[in-house]
T-cell receptor
Framework: AQTVTQSQPEMSVQEAETVTLSCTYD???????LFWYKQPPSRQMILVIR??????QNATENRFSVNFQKAAKSFSLKISDSQLGDTAMYFC??????????????FGKGITLSVRP | GAGVSQSPSNKVTEKGKDVELRCDPISGHTALYWYRQRLGQGLEFLIY????????KSGLPSDRFSAERTGESVSTLTIQRTQQEDSAVYLCVIWMAPTDTQYFGPGTRLTVL
């Protein structure tokens, strides 16, 4: 079974600074997807970034980038130039196959990020 | 997201009552999942439907929980004889394989008194 671990329950960062959220996972699969989701107080889950395991290049989306270390099974999220609107809970997630059998999303427990003005 | 609606948005019930939660996904989705999220916690997998395959029910916490999907559209999650520990937000998620896109429903907040 796949597991996703987010060991930091909460973090705080000053506005405009950079913060890194950690995530590790465990799987015996070679092909899979990794995701970071943002859940603001509105409760609506928002996809921040995703990474295909077969791609060596780290995914980036504007101020968000990942450090994907496949051998170490590590998938950290870096938020640059933090903004007050980044305050939310962030979840790391794993999917074994895209739409295939047994391709459920497995989530970490999440981390609460607070951006201070 | 726009691809999934859920009803009701909030449900308050008394312990021991049965509840039915509904998920209306966009047509053409590849897979449909139910997750439970307790206050301040992560998402706990409950059940997964894909095509005509037998659903993956490995996450259902007890036999009080069941789910169905009508054709490849509406899904209902039923909780019988609700308990206080069932209080949580229940999320429906779909996967659209052609676009590799996931859509999260807004969730149903269930409160068992």
């Amino acid at each position: 079974a796949q597991t996703v671990t987010q060991s930091q329950p909460e973090m705080s960062v000053q506005e405009a600074e950079t913060v890194t959220l950690s995530c590790t996972y465990d799987t015996s699969e070679n092909n899979y997807y990794l995701f970071w989701y943002k859940q603001p107080p509105s409760r609506q889950m928002i996809l921040v970034i995703r990474q295909e395991a077969y791609k060596q290049q780290n995914a980036t989306e504007n101020r968000f980038s990942v450090n994907f270390q496949k051998a170490a099974k590590s998938f950290s999220l870096k938020i640059s130039d933090s903004q007050l609107g980044d305050t939310a809970m962030y979840f790391c997630a794993f999917m074994k196959h895209v739409g295939g059998a047994n391709s459920k999303l497995t989530f970490g427990k999440g981390i609460t990020l607070s951006v201070r003005p | 997201g726009a691809g999934v609606s859920q009803s009701p948005s909030n449900k308050v019930t008394e312990k021991g009552k049965d509840v039915e939660l509904r998920c209306d996904p966009i047509s053409g989705h590849t897979a449909l999942y139910w997750y439970r999220q307790r206050l301040g916690q992560g998402l706990e997998f409950l059940i997964y439907f894909q095509g005509n395959s037998a659903p993956d029910k490995s996450g259902l916490p007890s036999d009080r929980f069941s789910a169905e999907r009508t054709g490849e559209s509406v899904s209902t999650l039923t909780i019988q004889r609700t308990q206080q520990e069932d209080s949580a937000v229940y999320l429906c998620v779909i996967w659209m394989a052609p676009t590799d896109t996931q859509y999260f429903g807004p969730g149903t907040r269930l409160t068992v008194l």
